[in-house]
């Protein structure tokens, strides 16, 4: 579903982001892409969403090779992506609904659905009440989960969260993956950038690690307090 | 999966208009000084089209008939008066004659130059002469061998001039054109000032949603999505416009008739005759849109380069 051959991001001649990484990541799988900051993660999600194009190697996204896409394909693609953004990207002008519905009219669902998903969308990470309130209204963590709701609305076939649980206390990081172990187990691929080692660690998922640009270890993790994974990842596979 | 069907759903179009409505809104003191700015134009550009338009009434009346004023000197004796209307009697192209006594003729310049009358009245004597105006079919009017007969009139004892007001309907004919091409010309450039008012608006607001529009290219917005909304904004804001420049134009035309016309001026009369018709009314409204659509046009399209 998501495969990089070869891919370099160079930035100007004293900063390179990525060097030369090659990584397949397979439909359906459930993947956490780890590192220190800077080491290239932003980047990389970047690449996936074609906000920037790499300056050698390919990108491939459920088939398309995003070097070649035309820049009329572009917002297409993009709609089969969820992307959870590290700065949430909500609207701040717009309330917590317009920001689900304007989605929904890119996408060209029907008005009279849009409150029915929004609402649904929302109860999903436990903010249902919060469908009249202000980006600007809500706590960040708040923000974020709204971000998760915005991106899962359409049940995209990839999401890519950059660190979605960043700004979240351990009750709701656990709440958090399971929805994203639920999207992962309706069909959608994902992949989550994060630094979060416990997160990682008792995952039992497929872990990429980056640093300072390069893929240094590729492993599933092996949870290490197995009541808290299975409390988490209790409904993946 | 989402529909990737290009054609604009009723919800898509829905959206444009609120989102338009709604930055107009937001952004009331640019979008009121691009309203104000078509306005002006259209208004000037409108009252061209009404000068022009009632002059043309004018012509319009005048030309489905061909009138012939034959002046007599100042002192013509009632025998020369009589000699010209029995000349004119035997001629049948001068049927349809009425005489217009010096007195009648003063009434006359009274009644159309009121604000003249005055200087009239401190003459010793009347000074218009006493005239035969005759109707003529334009046909016979135009014809060489009417030359003939009028030079004839003109050698008669006692007439002084013989006018024709083909003559002054051409001249009507050209001025209209004048105002035509002036009204034109005047406001097509400041519609072009318009438009790029519009577009520094459109490209303010561009400005102002940049990060919201940066959002909406990450989701999956189209161009036209984007972009759409403040197409809609542009055509609003010269709607709004034109709208505003005819009602400023009907305001000052009706006040005109009222206080103006009752002075029962012959210019007057001629200028407050009636409005502009519903299609030149239409056109007006058209060239605001028009205006508003291309200076949108050029801002979203100098973004969408930007972007490039």
């Known amino acids: 579903m998501i495969h990089f051959y070869h891919v370099t991001k160079r930035f100007d001649q004293y900063s390179t982001a990525l060097h030369d990484v090659t990584f397949h990541i397979e439909k359906g799988e459930f993947v956490f892409l780890t590192g220190a900051s800077g080491a290239g993660k932003s980047t990389m999600l970047k690449l996936i969403l074609r906000q920037m194009q790499p300056t050698d190697g390919q990108v491939v996204v459920n088939g398309r090779n995003l070097k070649a896409m035309k820049r009329s394909q572009l917002p297409f693609f993009r709609r089969e992506i969820g992307m959870v953004f590290q700065d949430f990207k909500l609207i701040e002008r717009m309330t917590v609904f317009e920001n689900l519905s304007f989605i929904l009219t890119v996408l060209g669902v029907p008005p009279r659905e849009h409150k029915k998903r929004a609402y649904s969308a929302l109860r999903a990470v436990s903010l249902h009440h919060k469908l009249n309130a202000y980006p600007l209204q809500l706590s960040g963590g708040e923000q974020q989960r709204i971000a998760i709701a915005r991106a899962l609305i359409n049940d995209p076939l990839v999401i890519v969260a950059d660190e979605p649980t960043g700004n979240l206390d351990p009750d709701l990081t656990q709440e958090i993956i399971q929805i994203f172990a639920e999207a992962n187990l309706r069909g959608s691929t994902v992949l989550i950038a994060t630094h979060d080692r416990e997160l990682i660690e008792q995952s039992g998922r497929r872990v990429i690690t980056l640093d300072h640009g390069r893929i240094t270890d590729e492993k599933v993790a092996v949870p290490q307090r197995a009541p808290r994974a299975e409390s988490i990842f209790g409904i993946g596979g | 999966m989402p529909s990737r069907d290009d054609a604009l759903p009723k919800t898509t179009l829905s959206y444009f208009f609120r989102e338009a409505i709604r930055r107009m809104w937001v952004s009331k003191r640019t979008s009121f000084v691009a309203v104000a700015m078509i306005a002006i134009s259209l208004f000037i550009v409108g009252a061209f089209l009404l000068v022009a338009e009632n002059l043309g009434r004018a012509v319009a009346q005048a030309g489905g008939k061909s009138r012939v004023n034959i002046y007599l000197d100042v002192d013509a004796t009632p025998q020369q008066i009589a000699a010209v209307d029995a000349w004119l009697a035997a001629h049948h192209d001068f049927a349809g004659r009425r005489f217009v006594s010096k007195e009648v003729a003063l009434a006359r310049f009274r ?22 105006e005759c109707e003529i079919a334009p046909a016979v009017a135009q014809s060489p061998a009417f030359a003939n007969v009028s030079s004839e009139l003109r050698s008669i004892a006692g007439v ?77 804001q010269g709607f709004i416009g034109a709208a505003v420049s005819i009602a400023l134009l009907l305001t000052a035309f009706l006040s005109g008739r009222h206080f103006l016309a009752p002075r029962n001026s012959l210019l007057w009369g001629f200028l407050f005759n009636g409005f502009l018709p519903w299609r030149k009314l239409l056109a007006l409204i058209a060239g605001g849109m028009l205006a508003g659509f291309l200076g949108s046009w050029l801002s979203v399209r100098e973004s969408g380069e930007e972007r490039a």
């Open chain 2, 111 to 132: 009644q159309y130059f009121a604000n003249l009358s005055d200087v009239v009245g401190q003459l010793d004597e009347n000074p218009f002469p006493a005239s035969f």
């Open chain 2, 160 to 236: 002084d001039e013989v006018q024709y007001d083909w003559e002054w309907v051409e001249k009507l004919k050209k001025l209209i054109n004048l105002v035509n091409i002036a009204g034109l010309a005047a406001g097509g450039l400041l519609a072009i000032a318009a438009a790029f008012t519009i577009a520094n608006v459109i490209r303010l607001t561009m400005l102002l949603y940049r990060e919201e529009i940066d959002i909406m290219r990450l989701v999956g917005a189209t161009e036209r999505m984007i972009r759409g909304p403040f197409l809609i904004e542009g055509v609003l």
